[in-house]
């Protein structure tokens, strides 16, 4: 005998967890389905994210920020940090307990809300009824006026590059190092491999990172990605671009790569090789046949712009359908869908979506580059400030980068806001409101920012772009 509910998620990562939420806030019986599994053997929600992702890799991000900063840069405050020693254990135990008190709290949020969690393995039969697989085996049908399909991403493993999960790992495998590797190569210079290269080189490693595109960072603005390399490589981070991997071969104990660029072949030797190619849709065992649910020609759900697919009252959010594989993009799906079938309004502006890279410079954008606004063939102007006049960033000592914004000529509405420097991923967000109200240059030139602040960079680069600057040279 089935289980009924209002609304059945499958996946608790992201896009799930904060659909099921919303759902129950609407009043809606909820449960939500989810069989992540971590390397020591326990289940836990929050997806990768929460487990593999986002926050262990921002946790280390942040420990290594702060290794490198005793050991280069805390002698110019005057603090003296003699016989600095890393304690990666220690290091790797905090990860651990971060990743554990988040995942927790999704627990406590379904308690609250009074959304029935559930461990196993969630697949759609049809007739909107979802199967369930505990670890055990045992199964258990539930039943539901509505379904939300949440089932998140998968790294991309290379056929040519065999993932042995010790010397050749995914992006997981990589935040779980017990040592640090002398020789690390990363395949691989997007996002998910910069934030992993800058971990390990910041604790220790020789880091050689390998990006098939000839372009840095062809998704951001060009002039933050010039910037961006710049750093990279006074940090150590030695980017071969061009550079098509051809083979990896564990030997003795190393990772032996061909590769070819611009040159010819090549040869790398390193002790540990990360794949960090990217992320694919994971639907493996999710759809039963005859559901009439679709997937693209990419792997990925077919949906519409309020995620509905092409079965009526099934949905699905987040990585697995169409758009950037960002937790918040996903998140903000997961509550739009709830609120669609709890029947209010509700909507995703997919325009002002804001994307970060937590390194060091962070890096952090929204809207179009310059690149596409000229492509567009409309007017505009640009205005940016360098992070180098401004008072709060020379103080804490991190005076690089600058913030950019791209307006167009005639209306004056921000097209783009682009920011490598200090607190990038905290500024942008001032960015994305105001392009969700459509705001112009001038609406931040009147906006006051308090004084000594890293924000006061986007009201410079705003009055810039009118060649209005007060802290800057107007060029």
């Not at 794949?275 to 559901?291: F, I, K, N, S």
């Amino acid at each position: 005998m089935s289980e009924k509910f209002d609304v059945v998620v499958i996946g608790g990562g992201p896009a799930g967890y904060p659909a099921a939420i919303r759902a129950a806030q609407n009043k809606l019986s909820v449960a939500c389905i989810d069989a992540w599994q971590n390397t020591d053997g326990s289940y836990a929600f929050g997806g990768t994210c929460l487990n593999a992702g986002c926050i262990p890799s921002k946790a280390l991000l942040e420990s290594s920020e702060l290794y490198h900063r005793a050991q280069h840069e805390l002698a110019v405050h005057g603090i003296r940090c003699a016989d600095v020693q890393l304690d990666l254990t220690t290091m790797q135990k905090r990860r651990a307990s971060v990743v554990k008190a988040m995942t927790g709290g999704i627990l406590a949020l379904f308690k609250s809300a009074g959304v029935t969690g559930i461990v196993g393995r969630g697949r759609l039969l049809g007739a909107n009824q979802v199967e369930v697989t505990a670890a055990d085996g045992t199964v258990r049908i539930l039943e539901a006026k509505d379904v939300i399909l949440a089932s998140g991403s998968v790294p991309v493993h290379l056929e040519s590059v065999p993932h042995d999960g010790k010397f050749i790992v995914d992006s997981w495998n990589a935040l779980e190092f017990g040592k640090v590797p002398r020789r690390l190569g990363v395949i691989g210079a997007g996002v998910i491999g910069l934030e992993l290269g800058s971990v390990w080189r910041r604790l220790g490693s020789e880091v050689v990172m390998l990006e098939a595109l000839e372009q840095f960072l062809p998704m951001t603005d060009q002039a933050v990605a010039r910037e961006a390399q710049r750093h990279f490589k006074k940090l150590g981070l030695d980017i071969r671009l061009g550079a098509r991997v051809q083979k990896a071969v564990v030997e003795e104990g190393v990772v032996n790569l061909t590769y070819t660029d611009a040159i010819g072949e090549q040869k790398l030797q390193v002790d540990q090789l990360v794949v960090a190619v990217g992320r694919r849709p994971y639907t493996q065992g999710l759809l039963a046949e005859g559901t009439g649910v679709e997937l693209d020609q990419r792997g990925f759900i077919a949906v519409d712009e309020h995620c509905r697919t092409a079965v009526p009252h099934i949905w699905a959010v987040g990585d697995v359908v169409r758009g950037p594989m960002l937790a918040h993009k996903g998140k903000e799906e997961g509550v739009m869908v709830a609120d669609l079938i709890g029947g209010r309004y509700a909507e995703v502006n997919y325009r002002v979506i804001p994307s970060v890279i937590y390194t060091a410079p962070e890096i952090a954008w929204v809207g179009q580059t310059e690149e596409q606004v000229k492509a567009s063939g409309v007017a505009y102007k640009v205005g940016s400030f360098p992070f180098a006049a401004s008072g709060r960033a020379r103080a804490m000592e991190a005076g690089v980068g600058f913030a950019k914004i791209v307006a167009a000529r005639e209306s004056d509405e921000i097209l783009g806001v682009h920011i490598i420097g200090p607190m990038a991923g905290e500024l942008i967000a001032e960015a994305v409101l105001a392009m969700e109200y459509a705001a112009s240059t001038e609406d931040l030139q009147r906006t006051i920012h308090a004084h000594p602040t890293l924000s006061e960079a986007l009201h410079e680069a705003a009055l810039a772009a009118d060649k209005r600057a007060i802290d800057s040279i107007n060029r």
